[in-house]
Each structure stands twice: as structure tokens, then as C-alpha cells.
């Protein structure tokens, strides 16, 4: 207790100093945010050390590894084998091969059929890809389509009621521009055959756009999660305490802890995934819950005393449980960086470090804003001195009865750990609100 009074005199005593230093580390670490980067590569969650990821790698590097995607064509009913949805056809596998750094199209259409005429072994396109589709060749096709088991469930659907283009394409080195090259092209290819054959339905789906889809993910975190998280924090402090200007400068801290962490995954290179995306929400939340923590004893401390001797008070009896509970977290994320795949690394660093400074943040910040607010009207908290003492007493005079209840609903939920599955499927990372897995699922 007498080190904690002599830090917390030293902080108070040295606060503005303190607050400068701050604030220039804190302009520091927001230039990297402009540095950040969101990765489309599903291989980012795999790192060098991987032996199955070296081996794709080598692969690549020696035969120039290709990458697919898949276009479903669901042609009006009745209609999969007339002339003018195979004409469609036609044109769309022709329009397929402009498509930025395609290496080959497998389309029903220019798939190449071999048979035995006496002695000779005749090779040819069931359709030719130029030639002008007549009733007599539409009927042939339909006679051998559906009895190829190279066409069956790839380019033609069990039930022959929709049809396949695969699409072969090479990327060079700087992947995340050509696979964003790539799905705009395809995605107007898409749109303009929308146009021209209205009746029409079109589904997409391959690795690229599962890519594209996770940093899609990853930014919608960002922009949408961390601020709804923000707002959330906000109206429950603005609810259960009991100072407008203490949420106010509370607020200041945890968005000072999060521009931090943003900025350090900036400035260290690290690109984002949808995993490492949500990283500034636990800090955001473990720095709320410290600035809870000296909240509180300050607003019972005015009763006492005001002024410096409140602050003092409630930061020298916070202290050292507000830092051994945010260094030991930090050390526990740290413990990521023993796991396999990068994106979880990373996740660690980025949280210890915003831990660290939004610690930094409260001991600085949060007391100097709270010397302002000693005079301030503070309003009935919801959660009172009295009713908190009576619920403690509760807890205390029937210690056996919830000892007793949590034993079992700790048994009775660890039983639940043999229902835990494992699941690797890229689709169901995603819900329905996106368009790869509505396309996944249908073509599924």
C-alpha cells in the first residue's frame, strides 16, 4: 500500500508531463493506422513453418499453382438443353476467357467427348464454341451430356437443371490487387449476363471470392463491431454510473487504447485477418473495466473527502489489482504466440501491447479528468452501496447453497466439451448476410 501511495502521488504530482508524453506516443503509434492492411489469403492462417503450406508452396513454385472459381448458370426450367440456352452458353464460355490471367475455361460447351469409330478414336468438342448451334446438335448434346461422368455434379448438376464454368487463373506475386482484379471482372461479366438473360440465375463461388469475403469480414468488424462495442460501453456506463464527465474521460481512455492498438498492428506490419480484426475489442473491454474499477472508488470516496485526496485515494487502492489483473492478461496473450497459425500470434501481441497502454492510459488520463470533476453533480449509481452490501450478504449467508449450484452447472457444462466438433469448412465462417456463402450453399 505505501509503494501504491507513492506511485499514485508521483502520477498525480507529474500528471500534465505524464499526459504530453502520452499523447505523443499516442500520435506516434496513430500514423501506423494508415499502414494497416487486410489480407484476402486464406493462406495467411498457416505459417512457414506448416509442413503441408511449405509443400503447396513448393508445388506453386515449380508447376505455377492456379487458383478456380466456379460460375453456376441456372437456366429457366425446361430449357437446360434448348438452342438458345446452349447459344447462351456459348457466349458466356467465350466471355469467360477474357477474364484477367485466366490459364483455362472447362465449360460444357467446349468439353472435348472421345469415342471408337471401327479403328479410329474420334476427339471432339460435344459443341463447338464458334460454330452456330443447330436443333440436330442441341439434340445430340442432350443424348451425351447427361451420360458423362466428367460432366456429372462438375459442369452439369445431377438433376440437369444447371450448369458449370470452371475458370483456371494464374496470379502473380502481388495477389491481393489481381484477386480484387479478378472479382470486379467477373462480378460485371456477371452483371451484363443478368442483363441479357433476365430468367437466368447466377452463383459464384471459389477461393478467390472466399478470400475476398474474409477481408470483407475482417473491415466489417472494424467498422461496424467496434463501434457498436463502443456505443454498448458507453450506455451501460452512462447507466450504472453515476458521473457524466467520469464516462467522458473513461471514453477518452478506451479510444486512446484502441487508436493504439490499431496503430501498432500498422506500424509492425501485421496484416489483418477476420481473426485478428477483433483484437481491439478485448482491449476496449478489459481498459473499461479498469477504468471501472477507480470510477467506483472514486464516487464512493466522495463521501469522504473531494478533490486530489479522492482521486489519490481511489487510484492508491486500485492499483495494484488494476495492474496485476491487466499484466497478467497481457502475459496470457502473449502465450499465443505458441500457437501454429500467425493470424493467432499476432492476436496476442496486438492485445498485450493495447493492454499495456490503455493501462498507461488510465493511471495518466483517467485521474487527471477526475481532479475536474470534484465538484460535478453526481447522480444515485444504479448499483448502490446498500443494495451491493445486501446482495454480499446474500452470497455470505447461503455460501453453501450457490457452492453447491455451481458445482453441478460446472459438472453439467463440461459435459458438453464431448459435443465440441471440429470443422474446417471455409463457408461456414460466414452467415447468410454474404453473398459467398447464399452461393456456396446453393451451388452445394
Known sequence: MVSSRRVSKYILRNNKVLIIALMFVLGFLALGIPKLQISSDNRSFFSGDNQEYADLKALDETYSGSNSLLIMIVPPKDTVFSVETLEA?????????????????????????????????????????????????????????????????????????????????????????????????????????????????????????????????ALDDITTLVPMSLLAVIILFVLLLGSYRAVLISLCVIVAATIATFGYAGWTGVVLTAGTAISPLSVMVLTAGSCVHIILSWLRGLGVSSGPVTVENALTDNLGAVTVTNVTTAVGFLGLNFAQSPPLQEMGNIVAFGLMFGLSATFIILPYGLLFCGKAKVRRMFFSSSLMNKIAAGVINRHRFYFVTFVFLILAAAGGITKIGFDDSIIRYFDDRYEFRRDADAIQ
Open 89 to 217: 452458353m456459348q457466349r458466356m464460355t467465350a466471355d469467360t476467357w477474357q477474364i484477367p490471367y485466366v490459364l483455362r475455361v472447362d465449360s460444357p460447351i467446349n468439353y472435348t467427348h472421345s469415342y471408337a469409330r471401327d479403328d479410329d478414336i474420334i476427339i471432339e468438342p460435344l459443341l463447338d464454341e464458334f460454330d452456330e448451334i443447330t436443333k440436330q446438335s442441341a439434340i445430340r448434346f442432350h443424348e451425351l451430356a447427361p451420360s458423362l461422368p466428367e460432366l456429372r455434379n462438375r459442369l452439369l448438376d445431377e438433376n440437369q437443371s444447371a450448369y458449370g464454368l470452371n475458370i483456371q487463373v494464374v496470379l502473380p506475386d502481388n495477389q491481393t490487387t489481381e484477386r480484387q482484379e479478378i472479382s470486379n471482372f467477373v462480378h460485371d461479366l456477371v452483371s451484363a449476363w443478368q442483363g441479357d438473360y433476365p430468367d437466368f440465375e447466377f452463383r459464384l463461388t471459389g477461393v478467390i471470392f472466399g478470400g475476398l469475403t474474409l477481408a470483407k469480414v
